[in-house]
């Protein structure tokens, strides 16, 4: 039986139809020759032999024959009749049994596996039921569920990231309009009294013109992490060692009258892998950019390849990050309590953090004896 279950469809079915149908065989050659057998019992060739000197036993013979002829006519026929009617039974129980050694608890098991899915509970597992083709058809419903499990999951996790950015969008919001509202009060309490002072008036419009200032990068802020979100990674044959060259030379342009010193060091060979250039150059924008705010003279980065990854390590001789930033390193609108910069809204690792996400890698943050230090890993994945 289990040797049944381990058969694929085709051949399962070929043996137990013929080991079926030569029991029906069977049955219906010992049916035709029992058959046989008691025709000859009824009308052995000997009871032919009779008198027929007299009368008597000429009507006797008459209706004895006519009884016995009925008999044989029915054996005959039931001597067709039954091997047709074995062989039929045959193949009625090796579909009946084909069906419930390969197909049922296959059929039973991807029936519920796709009410659970139409009902978008994905919450289960599907098991290999066998070694078939309808094993194999479990299989891939399994990948296809944890692949819609892990495609809701992102999906759900991408909604919660887009909530808590909103809701600390919000809050950072609500301090700037609060004084735009005050100033714009104070202003026009002042203009009602009739002797508006100029410094007044132009102290609370450099307020009014300065927070609005903060919204509008506020807004380009949220309107820049949109835009990112929405972004797919559509990686490309690229060339490794060429790419690095690109982009120490493009990085080291940023650095140009900043008094500080960028180190590039490549390592690897050049094999080429499945990358989107464009992904990993704004990561890597991105964190010299921070670098460079913070960092006392010199930044270095190394690039390399291993494994079919590529890792980014950007550390700085700058105060490192604070405890905060560790805890919490990623998060939107995340800043240093110490800074003073109030363009600075603490987006740049979230967007790095989410670029790296979406090349299938992350970011790690660090503190070194001299900074610092930022590792952003980018997976390499065929388009």
Same mark, same amino acid.
């Given at each position: 039986?289990?040797?049944l279950k381990n058969m694929g469809l085709k051949k399962s079915f070929f043996m137990i139809s013929i ?27 000997? /009871?032919? !032999?009779?008198?027929? %000197? &007299?009368? $008597? #036993? ?6 004895? =024959? ?121 202003? /026009?309490? !002042?203009?009602?009294? %009739? &002797?508006? $002072? #100029? ?6 419009? =450099? ?130 309590? $110490? ?45």
């Amino acid at each position: 039986m289990e040797r049944l279950k381990n058969m694929g469809l085709k051949k399962s079915f070929f043996m137990i139809s013929i080991s079926f149908l030569l029991v029906g065989i069977i049955f219906g050659a010992i049916a035709f020759i029992t058959c046989i057998e008691i025709r000859d019992n009824i009308y052995p060739d000997n /009871q032919i !032999e009779i008198n027929l %000197g &007299n009368e $008597s #036993s000429s009507i006797g013979l008459q209706i004895g =024959e006519s009884d016995v002829d009925w008999r044989i006519n029915t054996l005959s026929v039931m001597q067709i009749v039954l091997p047709v009617f074995f062989v039929i039974i045959a193949l009625m129980s090796a579909a009946i049994m084909f069906y419930q050694i390969k197909l049922k608890k296959p059929l039973a098991i991807l029936q519920d596996s796709a009410k659970r899915i139409e009902r978008q509970d994905l919450d289960f597992s599907i098991g290999k039921c066998a070694n078939d083709e309808l094993g194999m058809l479990c299989t891939a419903f399994e990948t296809m569920r944890m692949e819609l499990l892990k495609n809701k999951r992102e999906l759900w996790k991408q909604m919660d990231e887009r909530k808590r950015l909103n809701a600390v969008f919000s809050h950072d919001l609500r301090n700037p309009v609060t004084v735009l509202k005050g100033s714009a009060k104070i202003l /026009q309490k !002042e203009m009602e009294q %009739g &002797n508006p $002072s #100029s410094d007044n008036v132009r102290d609370t419009v =450099e307020l009014i013109t300065q927070y609005a200032e903060r919204i509008e990068h506020y807004i380009e802020a949220m309107s820049s992490i949109q835009k990112l979100e929405e972004i797919k990674c559509t990686p490309k044959y690229t060339d490794t060692q060429a790419f690095a060259t690109e982009l120490g030379n493009g990085l080291s342009i940023l650095s140009t009258g900043t008094g500080k010193r960028i180190e590039f060091i490549y390592r690897g060979d050049s094999r080429p892998v499945w990358i989107d250039k464009y992904i990993i150059q704004n990561t890597a924008e991105n964190l010299i950019s921070n670098a460079l705010r913070y960092a006392q003279s010199n930044i270095s980065v190394l690039f390399t390849l291993e494994n079919d990854r590529i890792i980014l390590c950007i550390a700085d001789d700058g105060p490192g990050f604070s405890t905060k930033i560790l805890n919490k390193g990623g998060k939107p609108f995340l800043r240093d309590d $110490s800074t003073s910069e109030q363009k600075h809204f603490g987006m740049g690792l979230y967007v790095c953090r989410l670029l790296c996400e979406k090349h299938g890698g992350h970011l790690m943050l660090e503190n070194t004896k001299h900074g610092a230090k930022v590792t952003a890993v980018f997976k390499s994945m065929k388009s």
